[in-house]
Every structure is written in C-alpha cells, then in structure tokens.
C-alpha cells in the first residue's frame, strides 16, 4: 500500500472532523430534544398579602407548626421541562381499586413553551383529601392532547399524603 499524500491526510482529517457536528446534532434532535412534563400538587393555604391584590400559597408544613388551616387549596404545577411544545389537556389518576378520576382545573388546556411553568390554586374538596389521607391513591398525572400521561413522583404522592395528614391532624411535618 502506498504512503498517503499530504492532501489525502488533510481531507480524512477534514471528513472526521465534519463527522462530529453531524453526529452531534443526530444526538440532539432525535435523543435528547423530546417532550419533558415534570408534575407537582400540593395542599397548602391561600392568604392575600396585606393592602395587595396579590395571593400567597404557602404548602402544609412550611408555616409555624401550631398554624391553624383555614383557607386550604390544591396547588397543581405542571412543568414543562423538555426542548418541544406540548398542550396540557388535564390532570387525573387512578385508585388503587381501578377506578380513575379527574380533577377540574382551571386554565386547561394550556399550551407550554420549552421551560415553561403552569400554576393553579383551587380549593381543596373534602372526599379528595380523604383519599390522599387514606392511601388510596395508585398514580396521579397530567395528560397530554396526544395521550401521554406524565405521573406525579413516587416522592410527590407521598409528599402529598404527609401534608394531607397534617392538615388533617394539625401535626408538623
């Protein structure tokens, strides 16, 4: 075989280096860059602050252990923490016993920008509190128009039955 030429060595090198932008961006677009919805509900209390329009939630457990809840409201946040748009049609899950429910938010369906965070702040109904508080719940998720549920964490669920039993029983976390 014969010794390679100086233009030969310059346009293998030119290949190879072409290469990796190319892989890079197969890489970006078709792994990485995908639909992400992060989900957080939580119990908690609204307050307005003083001479303002503006409304504070403050979750269950973050105020002083003796507060005495008497404004309690269901925060849901739904984040979207992927590189695409996607449309939030609504928030549901399923009981343990195979039944499912839905739970009315306000604002739905929402389309979210890449980053983009959704709130809402609702009362809380007594019978949903019950069954945080009682462990009946298996998942919890927000779906998408296209049918993708995105489930609450394992750590969520369980975080969301810990302030529901301390709203229940005045308790600190």
Not at 41 to 64: D, P, Q, R
Not at 124 to 149: C, P, Q, Y
């Amino acid at each position: 075989m014969d010794k390679l030429t100086y233009s030969e060595i310059v346009s293998s090198l030119a290949l190879f280096i072409a290469i990796i932008p190319l892989v890079w961006n197969i890489v970006r677009d078709f792994i990485l860059d995908r639909v992400s919805i992060k989900i957080h509900i939580a119990f908690g209390e609204v307050g307005n602050i003083k001479n303002s329009t503006t409304a504070l939630f403050a979750e269950a457990g973050s105020l002083k252990p003796d507060h005495k809840f008497d404004n309690t409201g269901t925060l849901v946040k739904i984040i979207n923490t992927g590189r695409r748009e996607v449309v939030i049609c609504g928030v549901g899950g399923e009981l343990k016993s195979g039944d499912h429910f839905s739970m009315a938010v306000q604002g739905l369906p929402k389309i979210l920008k890449p980053y983009e965070e959704f709130s809402n702040i609702s009362d809380i109904k007594s019978s949903f509190m019950d069954i945080v508080k009682n462990n009946e719940i298996k998942k919890v998720w927000a779906e998408d128009t296209k049918g993708k549920k995105w489930l609450l964490s394992n750590n969520g669920l369980e975080k969301l039955k810990e302030t529901a039993n301390y709203i229940n029983t005045g308790k600190h976390l």
